[in-house]
């Protein structure tokens, strides 16, 4: 009994390292997730100036990504099902390396422009598909922090761009940033998109979709790698079992208890963005100088928001498999309708100038990153069958993009219209309902395989 449990300790070992390293190659996808979304905040000045941009088309820069990337989650099911999730993400990483190049190099904005969207495509396909790789090839027990890598590669993405562009907007005078600096910013991201590429040819295919294909055969030796012989092969049991029981159509989502599902993931798709935090990360310079700060004050306070978003991401990747989704979401969105309250009080009575402000905002950010900001990508990754995982991943994907496309054109317009203070209250008001869902709809998913998860929407 002894070597026998000498044994199985090992095994576990071995195959945790397996899944961790496969998980972190597929979380690479994240890092580029992070850095095309950021880039542009420390370049958009810069172009501004160049092109003479209107404030539309200072708006239209930023979200123009935004459009590629609901056409990519839209995409990114039917492709994933029919050619694999690896074959896929492979061709994204060749898009984000076209993107990266094509958008350094553009004599017009119209140029700029194709170029982010051919970016975005990639961004949407990897947001749909590389969370649900790692949900497909992870054990049960550490599902949510595999998952959740890819969150964490997201923020380190967001965090080293924000230093990129602090050290490349410093390597020479305005007029040299103004033609050049911001062609720089983009143009590295060729390099972790090469990278990405390079890696993802030594990950194996997602075993649920091999078995999905027929090609039991083939995911057997991956199963074996992460659980060792008797749970893998009791895992592929389960696996052809729950596809025997799926019809595999998109109306399977609408019947009773699915229907849960759907309403959960695309709710908490559209509520993790429009409780505002990408127009924090995208315009956080010009929200650190409406408060006064200098061009490079507000820089560097950005770049204080990156590493908070850094920091609390670990933190939930140690909390999210041990305290569990639901009660993550529900502290992590009361914490932060209080601080978009407090925020729009600082700015209403005039003492946005201190470090209120900034407090508030990295208190903000800090929750978003234990809670909506990893919890949402896992909860879409598990919730449904698995043999409509992809497309109805990609549904509730498309919907996330679709609620960012909207606050990254709304936000410019609302801050001058209706004011900060009003903005970051309607921002408020989105996170109390997002604590309300929470309360009231979403289950804790915590501990339980993607079978299991199918099954309680049976019952």
């Known amino acids: 009994m002894k070597v026998r449990t000498e044994i ?38 810069f172009m501004e100036d160049h092109f003479d941009l209107t404030k539309l088309q200072v708006g239209w820069a930023v979200s123009s990504l935004i459009i590629g990337c609901i056409v990519g989650a839209a995409m990114s099911g039917i492709l994933g099902d029919r050619f694999g999730r690896k074959r896929v993400l492979i061709a994204a990483a060749f898009l984000f390396i076209i993107s990266s190049i094509g958008s350094a190099i553009p004599e017009s904005f119209s140029g700029f422009i194709i170029a982010r969207i051919i970016g975005g495509i990639g961004i949407g396909i990897t947001s749909t598909l590389c969370p649900l790789y790692n949900a497909e090839i992870a054990p049960a027990k550490f599902r949510g922090r595999l998952v959740a890598l890819n969150q964490l590669a997201i923020v ?45 040819f030594f990950v194996p295919e997602s075993p649920r979709w091999l078995i999905k294909q027929g090609r039991a055969v083939a995911a057997l030796p991956i199963l074996l790698r992460i659980h060792g012989e008797e749970l893998a092969r009791k895992e592929v049991i389960d696996i052809k079992h729950s596809f025997e029981q799926e019809s595999g159509s998109i109306k399977q989502l609408f019947s009773p208890g699915l229907r849960i599902a759907l309403i959960v993931g695309v709710g908490l798709a559209f509520l993790q963005q429009v409780t505002g ?3 924090v990360m995208y315009y956080a310079p010009e929200i650190f100088k409406a408060t006064g700060a200098g061009t490079n004050a507000s820089l560097v306070q950005t770049i204080l928001v990156g590493f908070i978003n850094f920091l609390f991401t670990i933190v939930a990747l140690w909390l999210i498999d041990k305290v569990g989704r639901k009660a993550l979401l529900l502290v992590g969105s009361a914490s932060m309708a209080i601080c978009l309250l407090v925020i729009g009080i600082a700015f209403q009575t005039g003492h946005s100038a ?5 407090i508030f905002i990295l208190l903000y950010v800090a929750s978003f990153a234990i809670s909506l ?54 921002y408020g008001s989105m996170a109390l309902i997002a604590f309300l869902f929470t309360w009231r709809i979403v289950p804790e998913t915590k501990g339980k395989t993607l079978e299991e998860i199918e099954s309680l929407w049976a019952k």
């Open 8 to 45: 199985t300790n090992t095994t576990e070992q071995v195959s945790m390292k397996f899944v961790t390293l496969v998980s972190m190659v597929s979380a690479l996808g994240g890092l580029l997730f992070g850095f095309d979304t950021a880039v542009v905040s420390g370049a958009i000045g």
């Open 156 to 200: 380190t993405g967001i965090f080293l761009t924000y230093f990129v562009n602090l050290w490349i907007s410093n390597a020479g005078d305005a007029a040299w940033s103004v033609t050049s600096a911001w062609r720089w910013m983009f143009g590295v991201g060729a390099v972790p998109g090469l990278l990405f590429l390079i890696l993802l």
């Open 277 to 279: 935090i990408n127009a």
């Open 354 to 358: 201190g470090p209120l402000v900034l």
């Open 373 to 426: 900001g990893p919890v949402v990508w896992v909860i879409m990754s598990e919730i449904f069958p698995n043999r409509i995982r992809g497309k109805a991943t990609a549904i509730a994907a498309m919907v996330l993009w679709a609620a960012d496309y909207l606050v990254s054109q709304t936000f410019p317009p609302l801050l001058g219209s209706a004011g900060p203070a009003a903005t970051f209250w309607i």
